[in-house]
């Protein structure tokens, strides 16, 4: 649990002005300006990346929590049951774990799932070498559906590619589960893996080495 504690920068008005200073000069010295500025007050996202950077927190992990994952594999009306529209590459899709992940354990158990958010665009690869340095790999398939089902609220937030499994769809072209949702539905689609990423995409990954509890 964090320790929450107080600063005497709140009750100093002054010190607090300084500090707001301080920031706006430097957004205006990266060629920014009030619109910018602004978004410190309408982007909670910001301001809890900045907290963390501040602190020393990995800013590229985000949120933590458990799943419980069966490694069933739903057929497609299954899926269809689950989500509000599913691609048609499911109907006769066909993941397969990548290298990094052959090994996983199709065992029943509880993951601790944890997010990287690079905030930048990028390349598969790019976050796959970002999972290896933090000694983390992506979920496979298996696990992102369970994610989705157990956690359904949380594609609304912003896009989840699922990296450790890949299919091929008609024209040839690996693909990988993507979620993506707002307040009208979930979907369940896909995209290449030759694709540059957004910068809000995140990205599940789990230990290499921690085991799953039953």
């Known amino acids: 649990m964090v320790n929450k504690r107080k600063s005497k920068f709140l ?14 000069e430097a957004v205006i010295a990266e060629g920014g300006g ?12 910001l301001v809890e990346r900045l907290a963390r950077e501040i602190v020393g927190v990995d800013n590229n992990i985000i949120d933590a929590l458990r799943v419980m994952c069966d490694y069933r594999v ?24 990548i290298d990094v992940c ?19 665009k990028a390349s598969t690869a790019d976050v796959l ?7 983390l790999r992506p979920l496979i ?11 359904p609220d949380e594609q609304r937030k912003s896009e989840i590619a699922i990296l450790g499994s890949v299919c091929k769809d008609p024209s040839g072209e690996s693909n990988v589960m993507v979620l993506r949702g707002n307040n009208d539905g979930r979907d369940l689609t896909a995209r290449w893996v030759k694709n540059r990423w957004r910068s809000s995409c995140r990205f599940p990954a789990t230990s290499k080495t921690v085991a799953k509890t039953a």
């Open 34 to 45: 009030d619109e910018h500025i602004l978004r410190i007050k309408e982007d909670p996202s």
């Open 129 to 135: 070498d970002e999972m290896e340095k933090k000694n």
């Open 141 to 151: 398939y298996e696990e992102g559906v369970a994610l989705a089902k157990e956690c």
């Open 11 to 24: 009750d100093a008005s002054i010190a607090s002005g300084e500090m707001w200073k301080i920031i706006m």
């Open 102 to 120: 052959a090994s996983v354990s199709r065992e029943c158990g509880l993951i601790e799932v944890k997010y990287l958010c690079l905030g930048r």
């Open 74 to 97: 739903l057929t497609h009306a299954e899926l269809k049951s689950a989500f509000d529209f599913v691609n048609d590459i499911y109907i006769q899709a066909e993941f397969k774990a």
